[in-house]
């Protein structure tokens, strides 16, 4: 008969607190276009470096963090720019914490062409009004940085 030994890793869970004000790294997981989203509807980010806190790190790269749009508008006639905010304001860390956020607002306009597109139909040819702003889109990898809202204890394993 044969006799089978198993090593066993066991990892100590540790609690660690990450303060107010700490920064979290955001970039965004897919481009985005506020054509193609709703107001109320998910997008994803994900932590784009370690946050680490007493040398453990406390939200490691790659958490998915969930923001939610809070005004999409496609550009529209008569050079109107298009719109696209979004917004974070909390997270679960991998252990199932909740961590809230403070500034995690990201908000880009589309360039407005309104003057352009007016003038254009008032002092030469009347399809100008069918020019449009630009879109508002967030292209994939934009970066932005949002501070953990208040100290927050989380369990990290060493």
Do not use: H
């Not at 540790?14 to 790294?25: N, S």
């Amino acid at each position: 008969m044969a006799l089978c030994l198993m090593s066993v890793t066991v990892l100590a869970q540790k609690e660690v607190t990450v303060k107010a004000g700490t920064l979290v790294p955001l970039q965004i997981s897919a481009p985005t276009k506020a054509a193609d989203v709703k107001v109320g509807q998910k997008v994803a980010f994900k932590v784009s470096r370690d946050v680490n806190v007493d040398g453990v790190t406390a939200i490691p790269y790659g958490t998915i963090v969930d923001g939610t749009v809070y005004e999409a508008k496609k550009s529209s006639w008569w050079g109107t720019k298009g719109r696209l905010g979004i917004r974070i304001t909390e997270f679960y860390g991998p252990n199932g914490e909740m961590i809230p956020l403070a500034n995690g607002d990201v908000y880009v306009t589309g360039k407005n062409r309104t003057t352009l597109s007016v003038c254009l139909f008032v002092f030469v040819i009347w399809p100008a009004c069918f020019i449009c702003g630009s879109k508002a889109e967030i292209p994939a990898g934009y970066e932005i940085q949002a501070n953990v809202a208040s100290n927050t204890v989380v369990k990290v394993f060493e």
